[in-house]
Structure formats: structure tokens, C-alpha cells
């Protein structure tokens, strides 16, 4: 089966090129297609563990290459960005809401999916801006406003960085006028292209490999627990998740 060739962002100069880009995302749908390979739950998530473990290793490398014009100011308890939109791919879904059932008792975790189904209410079908407009934080935070899953967190989650605080600040507080905040492009490329690489992975395997929303099909792992074997199985499980504005920027790039 061909691979969907993915859009990756660039930033020059850079080391970074499309080339260099697209041989990370081949050589990770190489490797993680062996776990997702094994047709198991257990299978997927490894896949996704690996995933991001290698983007953090690769954001470590090209830091090192490429050192950022400032330090990246990105620190836990700030969770300014955890209003956005976040994108993930199926075995991402399934790692977190495998951790926090063997994490979580049963009254916390009946709390948190009541948080989660009341956050995809809000923001289910909102255009990024919309969503950062609506400031409905991650329900994935806890009491502090550090994020609970850290461990295990998307790629799109473990890829975005900041180096400005106070810009990530005043785009958020007003995001249709005020640019995004400063970043360091070469990590956020990297974690992106292992992000294409766990997709082309599952497309190859036969699997759904559209990008998902985050809540939207966290609530649905969560209500289902037979959703692993369900999208192993290749059924539409996670279809109402699927991101509408990523199949119309999609459908209009085509």
C-alpha cells in the first residue's frame, strides 16, 4: 500500500530539510510498523510509547545542533497552550487511556471522563482558532494546571515549545490578533515527522490513520473499552474524532 506523504513544516536555515524530514518520518514508519504489526492493543501502544520516546530523543539532538536563539521556556505547571486544538494519531489515544485506567482508581477515573465528555461538548468540531478562542482547558490537567499524562503525552503535545512565555500569553489571551510565540523549528519538525511516520505505519497496516481530536476520541476509549480491538479490527470506531479541519485543509491541498 502507498504511503500518504504528509505536510511538514520547515523553518530556514536549517539542517532540518524536507529530505532529512521525510527519511526520519520512513525510517519510524519502518520501526513502529513492527509493533503495530503484532494486530494487539498492546501492540499499538507500544508503538506510541516508542513514537515518543524518539521524538524526545530527536528534539534532544537537533536542540544540540541547532540550539535555540533563547532557552525554551516551556516549564511544568504552565499550561497556557493547553487550550488548543491537539491532533493524534489512534495508538496515542489508546496509550493514554491505558495509563490512566492502571493509574487512576475507579471514582477518579469516572470524574475524569465526566471532565472529558463535558470539554468535547464545548469544543467537538472547532476550527483551531475557535478552540484557542474558546479557552476550554485540556480536562488532562490536574489541580495545579500541570498535565496529568505528561508521561505518555501526544507527540503534537511533546513537539510544540515556546521561547517567549509572555507571547504564548498574549497570542492566547487574544489568538486571531497575536502571532504565535517565538519557537524552536528544527524540535518542533522533528517530533512532527515521527507524528507522520506512526501514521504512515498505521496506513499501512490497514488501519484508520486519520488524525484525530484529542478529547473527542479520548472520551471514546474511555466509554468503550473494546476501542483498541475495534480500530484493530479496522472498524470506524474513532470516526466521529476525526478532525474536519485537517480533511478540508486536506481536500483543498489536493
Known sequence: MGRQKRSLPLAQPTRYTPAVLEGIADGERAALGLSLARRTELGAVSAAAAALSR???????????????????????????????VLVMAPEVLRVAAHLRATRSAAELAALAERVRAADAATRGLTRLERAEARVPCPLLDERGACSIHAVRPLVCAAWNSLDVAACERHFAAPAAVPTAPMHSPSYEVANAVLAGL???????????????????????LERPNAGERWLARLPVFAAARDAEWQEDRRREA
Open 199 to 221: 501514521g504512515w505505519a498505521a496506513k499501512e497496516q490497514g488501519l484508520d490513520a486519520a488524525p484525530l481530536e484529542l478529547i473527542a476520541a479520548l472520551r471514546i476509549a
Open 55 to 85: 521524538a524526545e530523543a530527536l528534539e534532544e539532538a537537533a536542540a544540540a545542533a541547532e540550539p535555540p536563539a533563547r532557552p525554551i521556556a516551556c516549564r511544568a505547571g504552565c499550561s497556557t497552550c493547553c487550550v488548543s486544538k
